[in-house]
């Protein structure tokens, strides 16, 4: 009997370890799509293309190895599974923001607080659902998040017709509440920097806009760097602080800094300080380029 035990939990620990890889490589993948300058088609492409590669993997590797009990069972289309698709949702749900996206900063706050009335109602249409998976509660997860099981409820709205063999009745409507609260904080984030843009622009002394048109995540980069080498206040000052300062030179919103360093740190296919790398490489060519043997600077100066 221990045996069993020992080996159902062996593959309960299998399930769980190749999903959490798979899904921090797929994140990966997003963040590498959000760094990447291009046009929002591209990075909307990629993150959909990687999510529906990952589902497939996913969907054989629950084919080949079947869930132990019906708590694991819950437990992936409760908690895993609609991570995966929720990357998805927001990447094509952003998507659609910023292609509509008005050219007129004024008309451009006013869209951002439609989209918002537009989330806040479809959290209100599923009031009920939401209300479940805010709470965290449990009482309806054998009926919401095993497979074959059909609810006869009226607040369960109608989904779209999805694989019987890899759904549940509400994986499908967890995915797009965790998608549409993240939406909803982007959304927040660029209505509040919108508007501190539209009150007042930075500009130099010879009152020349500066605002940052690199990745903002190489911002982001730079200011964690600046902050762990302690070169403000010697070192007595918020890593917040900085970010509202850097925000305020540049006219970027850095207010996701926490989000995007999360990023930064699952980086595989590159330096994980890609950007501080290539400044590194910059100021030393930079160097190298000044203090390179010009004949006719050296002769000019050998004639004096």
């Given at each position: 009997?221990?045996g069993?035990?020992q080996?159902l ?17 797929v994140?990966g993948q997003a ?16 993150v959909?293309?990687a ?13 080949t ?11 992936f ?6 991570r995966?698709?929720?990357l ?12 509509n ?5 004024q008309?451009?706050?006013?869209y ?10 479809f959290f209100?249409?599923?009031a ?14 054998r ?12 607040l369960l ?20 509440f ?7 904080s ?35 980069e730079m ?16 890593l917040?602080?900085?970010?509202d ?5 540049f ?6 800094y926490?989000?995007?360093?999360t990023?930064?740190?699952?980086r595989?296919a590159?330096?994980k300080?890609?950007?501080l790398d ?15 043997y ?8 050998s004639?004096?």
């Amino acid at each position: 009997m221990n045996g069993l035990r020992q080996d159902l939990l062996n593959l309960n620990f299998m399930l769980r370890k190749f999903s959490e890889d798979l899904l921090r490589e797929v994140e990966g993948q997003a963040a590498l799509a959000e760094e990447k300058k291009g046009d929002a088609l591209k990075r909307m492409t990629a993150v959909a293309g990687a999510v529906r590669a990952a589902l497939k993997e996913l969907r054989k590797y629950v084919e080949t190895h079947p869930f132990t009990d019906e708590g694991e069972e819950i437990w992936f289309f409760r908690e895993m599974k609609p991570r995966f698709y929720a990357l998805k949702v927001y990447a094509i749900e952003r998507y659609t923001i910023e292609i509509n996206l008005p050219a007129d900063l004024q008309e451009r706050v006013k869209y951002y607080k439609e989209q918002l009335q537009y989330i806040s109602r479809f959290f209100t249409q599923h009031a009920f659902t939401y209300q479940y998976y805010k709470l965290g509660a449990r009482e309806l997860d054998r009926l919401y998040f095993i497979r074959g099981v059909e609810v006869q409820h009226i607040l369960l709205p109608e989904v779209p017709e999805l694989d019987p063999a890899f759904s549940t009745s509400c994986d499908y409507l967890f995915s797009k509440f965790m998608a549409y609260e993240q939406l909803q904080s982007y959304l927040l984030e660029q209505l509040s920097f919108g508007q501190s843009e539209a009150a007042a622009p930075p500009v130099s002394k010879k009152g020349r806009q500066t605002k940052w048109t690199g990745d903002t995540c190489n911002l982001i980069e730079m200011v964690y760097g600046i902050y762990e080498t302690k070169q403000v206040n010697n070192g007595d000052v918020d890593l917040s602080d900085l970010m509202d300062v850097f925000e305020q030179c540049f006219g970027v919103n850095l207010s996701r800094y926490f989000r995007r360093f999360t990023e930064i740190k699952r980086r595989k296919a590159m330096s994980k300080t890609r950007f501080l790398d290539e400044m590194r490489e910059a100021v030393n060519k930079r160097i190298d380029d000044g203090d390179a043997y010009r004949p006719d600077l050296n002769k000019r100066f050998s004639s004096y």
